[in-house]
């Protein structure tokens, strides 16, 4: 299962709309709605958001996604958020995700 549809099954789940899933996580229900369908990409910070918007661990967006050629990286996405939650301060959380977006952003060729 791909993540935008994973976020999808858990809102519906807990009968929210795009609407209300984007207030509680302060974006708009179109960016939710591109969440879902997989045209934009969802940050690790993001990811975290919407887990405290859905009462889960964000973890549970990894479950159940059984994509075989792409294991090794749902793995390592998984690890790299894993690894952001356990950063208690925020300041240095900031950071990180602005050096993620950094590198993001650059040209990886």
Known sequence: MQLGKKIKQLRLDRA???????KRIGVSYKQIQ?????SNCVLASRLYDLAKALSIDVANFF????TDSHEAYDE???K???GYNEIK???LRSAVYILVKSFSQSDNT
């Not at 479950?63 to 059984?66: A, N, V």
Request: glycine share 8%; no cysteine; proline share 0%.
């Open 80 to 82: 790299l958020v894993k």
């Open 63 to 66: 479950t159940d996604m059984h």
């Open 16 to 22: 929210l709309t795009q609407t209300e899933l984007g």
């Open 76 to 78: 390592e996405i998984l």
């Open 34 to 38: 591109k969440y879902e369908n997989g």
């Open 89 to 91: 301060s925020k300041r």
